[in-house]
Nanobody, 117 residues
Framework: QVQLVESGGGLVQAGESLRLSCAAS????????LGWYRQAPGKQRELVAV???????EYADSLKGRFTISREDVKNTVYLQMTSVKPDDTAVYYC???????????WGQGTQVIVSS
């Protein structure tokens, strides 16, 4: 069992940077694949980025080069560094964790990001 709490969302101007954090508690953090998803108004939830236990990463094609996912297992935290943000990045961003032994998935409550033009 793991609890995920996102932070760092807010209102930013287009072109600026923002870092989201997701703190986890309640389990062995290093045993999880971690990720970020987002859901824009009126759209389905979509993958932003995923990071494996060994640090391998995968990104949505449209976000490569602007977003960077990282993890710091000693702090039980996963990050999403967002650069050169665009109004299209406006969405609720959700932290995701999958326990590798059971494939059970967990979600955070989400943090809102609004990018103004």
């Amino acid at each position: 069992q793991v609890q995920l709490v996102e932070s760092g969302g807010g209102l930013v101007q287009a072109g600026e940077s923002l870092r989201l954090s997701c703190a986890a508690s309640g389990s062995i953090f290093s045993m999880y694949v971690l990720g970020w998803y987002r859901q824009a108004p009126g759209k389905q939830r979509e993958l932003v980025a995923v990071i494996t236990r060994r640090g391998g990463t995968e990104y949505a094609d449209s976000l490569k080069g602007r977003f960077t996912i990282s993890r710091e297992d000693v702090k039980n935290t996963v990050y999403l560094q967002m650069t050169s943000v665009k109004p299209d990045d406006t969405a609720v961003y959700y932290c995701y964790a999958r326990f590798t032994l059971t494939e059970r998935e967990y979600w955070g409550q989400g943090t809102q990001v609004i990018v103004s033009s």
